[in-house]
T-cell receptor, first 113, second 115 residues
Framework: DQQVKQNSPSLSVQEGRISILNCDYTNSMFDYFLWYKKYPAEGPTFLISISSIKDKNEDGRFTVFLNKSAKHLSLHIVPSQPGDSAVYFCAASYSSNTGKLIFGQGTTLQVKP | EPEVTQTPSHQVTQMGQEVILRCVPI?????FYWYRQILGQKVEFLVSFYNNEISEKSEIFDDQFSVERPDGSNFTLKIRSTKLEDSAMYFCASSSRDRPTYEQYFGPGTRLTVT
């Protein structure tokens, strides 16, 4: 079941530069998308979300873009900081159901000082 | 800031034994979830719980699994007869499901090791 895919297992960027993490989905019923950050030995931490009625949502250094026609979303982190180094998970849900989240495989981001 | 807590942080058990994983969701949340992550794999949904009953469960959540909210604060996951393949990180999550956002807040997880 690959309804949500993150095709890049890892990404390395320099401190201060932009990090772009990508996510694709196949189920057109999804209408809510979320990004979580996860450090080792911790639970996923909610970062930012977007409803399918929007194409962009911004919160500080984090911006999520949604392209419904391409079934693609991306997370931009600007500027990247060493503390952003973690695993980032994309997740999707549909508002008519129980709120079950379907996660991608995750992308490990390393921000080098 | 309110947070989801889970105990124990690590549980080691022998195959065939029963385990109970405990969670205290955020106090004003109404929707509760269990997920698991097998090492190196994605986080997978197990079950959702609302109004004292299961609202949805995955194929993983078979008869060996059960959930309960025994009082106003705890939410538990029981595995009746553990198997080696149940070894994973188990995450509890809760949500208020206020529109228009549906963020779920996760606990730190319980690492279950079945030997």
């Amino acid at each position: 079941d690959q309804q949500v895919k993150q095709n890049s297992p890892s990404l390395s960027v320099q401190e201060g530069r932009i990090s772009i993490l990508n996510c694709d989905y196949t189920n057109s019923m999804f209408d809510y998308f979320l990004w979580y950050k996860k450090y080792p030995a911790e639970g996923p931490t909610f970062l930012i979300s977007i409803s399918s009625i929007k194409d962009k949502n911004e919160d500080g250094r984090f911006t999520v873009f949604l392209n419904k026609s391409a079934k693609h979303l991306s997370l931009h982190i600007v500027p990247s900081q060493p503390g952003d180094s973690a695993v980032y998970f994309c997740a999707a849900s549909y508002s008519s159901n129980t709120g079950k989240l379907i996660f991608g495989q995750g992308t490990t981001l390393q921000v080098k000082p | 800031e309110p947070e989801v807590t889970q105990t124990p942080s690590h549980q080691v058990t022998q195959m065939g034994q029963e385990v109970i994983l405990r969670c205290v969701p955020i106090s004003n949340h109404l929707y509760f979830y269990w997920y698991r992550q097998i090492l190196g794999q994605k986080v997978e949904f197990l079950v959702s719980f609302y109004n004292n009953e299961i609202s949805e469960k995955s194929e993983i959540f078979d008869d060996q699994f059960s959930v309960e909210r025994p009082d106003g604060s705890n939410f538990t996951l029981k595995i009746r007869s553990t198997k080696l393949e149940d070894s994973a990180m188990y995450f509890c999550a809760s949500s208020s499901r206020d529109r228009p956002t549906y963020e779920q807040y996760f606990g730190p997880g319980t690492r279950l090791t079945v030997t």
